[in-house]
T-cell receptor
Framework: AQSVTQPDIHITVSEGASLELRCNYS??????LFWYVQSPGQGLQLLLK??????LVQGIKGFEAEFKRSQSSFNLRKPSVHWSDAAEYFC??????????????FGKGTKLSVIP | GAVVSQHPSRVICKSGTSVKIECRSL??????MFWYRQFPKKSLMLMAT?????????EQGVEKDKFLINHASLTLSTLTVTSAHPEDSSFYIC?????????????FGAGSRLTVL
């Protein structure tokens, strides 16, 4: 079964500083990988996804992520964090469950706090 | 882009009553919808997979008689929490998968916060 590990439960950065959120996955085949962001009391918003091709993926809000198969990682990065980026971030891997269906398995999330 | 609407966004009910949460795909058809539950400071836990026109597939440990799922059309799935108790208080999120091209991405609703008194 697939699994996702986000080693950092809570990260605090200063506004304007760079950010890297770690994600490691376990899946037997080529994974479909996602990063979602959840603001307090809100649902999930897709930041970016990786299916195939270029291992450096660009997303919304200035985020990018790099797929490294050798390390089973899909870390999320942003060069300069804004106060509005404070939220919870979830990494997820999609596994094919048959008959054209996919299921997402989520990591436990990393809460990002931004210091003004 | 694809939009999924959940209603209500917040609901408070008395213990022992039933609550229905709707999940609608607004501009696409979804043969498959997923229901998740999110505990405080925890990740999302998949509760069940809802398939249009057939019975839902429940994950291990989820009571199918307590969490009734109906997916009667290609744009609507409902989750009914029957005889709710305080321990059912949680944030419930649905997601829908577009049928056809680009079907590898799920679109999530904004969630429904259930508080059982």
């Amino acid at each position: 079964a697939q699994s996702v590990t986000q080693p950092d439960i809570h990260i605090t950065v200063s506004e304007g500083a760079s950010l890297e959120l770690r994600c490691n996955y376990s899946y037997g085949a080529t994974p479909y990988l996602f990063w979602y962001v959840q603001s307090p009391g809100q649902g999930l918003q897709l930041l970016l996804k990786y299916f195939s091709g270029d291992t450096l993926v660009q997303g919304i809000k200035g985020f990018e992520a790099e797929f490294k198969r050798s390390q089973s990682s899909f870390n999320l990065r942003k060069p300069s964090v804004h106060w509005s980026d404070a939220a919870e971030y979830f990494c997820a891997v999609a596994a094919y469950s048959g008959a054209g269906s996919y299921q997402l398995t989520f990591g436990k999330g990393t809460k990002l706090s931004v210091i003004p | 882009g694809a939009v999924v609407s959940q209603h209500p966004s917040r609901v408070i009910c008395k213990s022992g009553t039933s609550v229905k949460i709707e999940c609608r795909s607004l501009d696409f058809q979804a043969t498959t919808m997923f229901w998740y539950r999110q505990f405080p400071k925890k990740s999302l836990m998949l509760m069940a997979t809802s398939n249009e026109g057939s019975k839902a597939t429940y994950e291990q440990g989820v009571e199918k008689d307590k969490f009734l799922i109906n997916h009667a059309s290609l744009t609507l799935s409902t989750l009914t929490v029957t005889s709710a108790h305080p321990e059912d208080s949680s944030f419930y999120i649905c997601s829908a998968r577009e049928t056809g091209v680009g079907a590898n991405v799920l679109t999530f609703g904004a969630g429904s916060r259930l508080t059982v008194l």
